[in-house]
């Protein structure tokens, strides 16, 4: 009797230990422990990063096709490089001229062509053009090309994204830079950065190219 007591004394221990339940995960410490070692800017960026592939992978934003999906993966990005974190002099154009712009489908969006921001990298001096939209006059899109485009990233082009009050003080961040809808969905209509914003420099920042 006293063996089968101690029997069931130790089953019951055993189905009670749920203590690994509740262990750190030591990935995951690991990973915080890595933003410590790293700038408040790459921290942010790089938090940045992983809730944009959260929100892509999970299915969430119902972008990736299913086959895609992976409660683990992540959309692909160059090193952060705050080189690539460039202060830029805006010039506004005054009655800029509202434009359709080209698509990846018949779809012409209307844009107003709202000013250019001016940047050096390196020794070349080089401008982009800000189109505001019109049905949402607070945003700014700046769709351009760079030497990376078709290599090691998306061949159409990428994106950056202004609001009105970021020309007080406006900075090119290339490592925010991401692909449109239309690498990871052809379904999806994105606009073609027109000519004027094809920048004749690599630009290895941002978003990569998902396959």
């Known amino acids: 009797m006293r063996i089968l007591i101690i029997l069931f004394l130790a089953l019951f221990v055993v189905a009670c230990d749920t203590t690994s339940k509740w262990k750190p995960n030591q990935e995951a410490i690991s990973e915080a422990d890595s933003y410590s070692d790293l700038s408040t800017y790459v921290k942010r960026l790089t938090r940045h990063r992983d809730s944009t592939s959260a929100m892509f992978l999970s299915g969430a934003n119902g ?12 959309l692909k990005y160059f090193a952060p490089d ?4 460039i202060k830029a002099t805006f010039t506004p154009i ?6 359709e712009m080209q698509t990846s489908t018949d779809r012409l969006p209307e844009y107003r062509i709202y000013g ?8 070349a001096d080089l401008a982009l ?18 030497l990376t485009n078709g290599k090691e990233s998306y061949g159409a082009g990428r994106y950056l994204d202004f609001k009105l009050k970021d020309l007080a003080n406006p900075v090119l ?6 692909s449109p809808y239309c690498a990871y969905n052809k379904e999806y209509s994105c606009p073609i950065p ?16 998902w396959h």
């Open 82 to 85: 705050e080189a690539f974190r």
């Open 173 to 178: 961040d290339f490592n925010y830079a991401y």
């Open 116 to 123: 250019t921001l001016a940047f050096k990298l390196g020794e």
């Open 94 to 99: 005054e009655n800029g001229e509202v434009i």
């Open 194 to 209: 027109p000519r004027e914003n094809h920048l004749q420099v690599a630009l290895p920042a941002g978003e990569k190219r």
């Open 129 to 146: 053009t800000l189109y505001q939209n019109v049905e949402q006059p607070d945003y700014l899109f700046c769709p351009f090309k760079d």
């Open 63 to 74: 972008i990736l096709p299913k086959e895609d999906l992976s409660p683990t993966g992540k």
